[in-house]
């Protein structure tokens, strides 16, 4: 069994940055694909972004300010976000699957088998 635990979230202003790290136990996810993904209120599970090997996707909300990377000596995924808006509010979760990117609808959540307990985000304006 995978388990997975978030932290690093918390209160910033639009323009800072936070650096989310996702630390996994119960096996090793040096060959797992891991993602995050964020809710909002009122709204359904969002993509993120997820890392596979050295592929990484990222939405086209966040291209360019944030960036998902691995550390496997650590066992830890992270995920750093720069130039953080307001409507960046949200519980960001991390997710692995042990499924490469091939024939994986890597951007939904049915697609990861494993999911944190999440980290609150909220960036005041």
């Known amino acids: 069994q995978v388990q997975l635990v978030e932290s690093g979230g918390g209160l910033v202003q639009a323009g800072g940055s936070l650096r989310l790290s996702c630390a996994a136990s119960?096996?090793?996810?040096?060959?797992?694909?891991m993602g995050w993904f964020r809710q909002a209120p009122g709204k359904g599970r969002e993509f993120v972004a997820t890392?596979?090997?050295?592929?990484?996707y990222h939405a086209a909300s966040v291209k360019g300010r944030f960036t998902i990377s691995r550390d496997n000596a650590k066992n830890t995924v992270y995920l750093q976000m720069n130039n953080l808006k307001p409507e960046d509010t949200a519980v960001y979760y991390c997710?692995?699957?042990?499924?490469?990117?091939?024939?994986?609808?890597?951007?939904?959540?049915?697609?990861?088998?494993?999911w944190g307990q999440g980290t609150q985000v909220t960036v005041s304006s």
């Open positions: 119960g096996r090793t996810l040096s060959t797992y694909t």
């Open positions: 890392l596979s090997g050295g592929i990484t």
């Open positions: 997710a692995a699957d042990p499924r490469g990117f091939y024939g994986v609808e890597y951007d939904a959540p049915r697609s990861y088998s494993y």
